[in-house]
């Protein structure tokens, strides 16, 4: 099993819908969680962190299930500009080095 | 210093060539990693440094693979005798101490096209 995994995508979404991503974790013990985003041929930048219970910010969701081990994304009334692929990601190694996921693709359209 | 600097943005190469990419960290930040991201892939780790010392290194790191950063400040990633296989965009972080991911800070990378 993949340390990390996420449904690749692409998913295509009209402008102001609500979209969720999920992603799966193998190693139960992490403590700490990330969405990044990653517009295409740029670098990865961190969108959100997820601690314990999740969080939010503006149109951004962020929530962590341990049971399951999954922590999901949602964002609210899509824009045009959030297309972009959004990557899962998790400490690794000692918290050392950073683990992602293949990232899940949105593409917003009017 | 505005963030982590990488260069060459781009590099065509031939197989069987030597290529070397330079990373520039964020001044204050003393770990760098090294990652490779392939098409449809998310970044996977390479290397890291704690100053000047490589404390990890990845088995996706080859033999003709080695990163070095000899002050402790800027590092260097050199592949050698490039196959069809390396192309990949080559990104850099700096992070100023372990556990500190929200400091965690990617370059822009370095995009290998091995022909």
């Known amino acids: 099993r993949k340390e990390v995994e996420q449904d690749p995508g692409p998913f295509n979404v009209p402008e102001g819908a609500t979209v969720a991503f999920n992603c799966t974790y193998s190693n139960s013990a992490s403590q700490s969680f990330f969405w990044y985003r990653q517009d295409c041929r740029k670098e990865p930048k961190l969108l959100m962190s997820v601690y314990s219970s999740g969080n939010e910010d503006g149109r951004f969701t962020a929530q962590l299930n341990r049971a399951s081990q999954y922590i999901s994304l949602l964002i609210r009334d899509s824009k045009l500009s959030d297309s972009a692929t959004y990557l899962c990601v998790v400490p690794t190694g000692g918290g050392n080095k950073l683990t992602f996921g293949t990232g899940t693709q949105l593409k917003v359209e009017l | 210093d505005t963030g982590v600097s990488q260069d060459p943005r781009h590099k065509i190469t031939k197989r069987g060539q030597n290529v070397t990419f330079r990373c520039d960290p964020i001044?204050?930040?003393?770990?760098l990693y090294w990652y490779r991201q392939t098409l449809g892939q998310g970044p996977e780790f390479l290397t890291y440094?704690?100053?000047?010392?490589?404390?990890?290194k990845s088995r996706l790191l080859s033999d003709r693979f080695s990163a070095e950063r000899p002050k402790g400040s800027f590092s260097t990633l050199e592949i050698q005798r490039t196959e069809q296989g390396d192309s990949a965009m080559y990104l850099c972080?700096?992070?100023?101490?372990?556990?500190?991911?929200?400091?965690?800070?990617f370059g822009s990378g370095t995009r290998l096209t091995v022909v």
């Open positions: 001044s204050e930040h003393n770990r």
């Open positions: 440094f704690q100053n000047e010392a490589q404390l990890e």
């Open positions: 972080a700096s992070s100023p101490e372990q556990g500190d991911f929200r400091g965690y800070t």
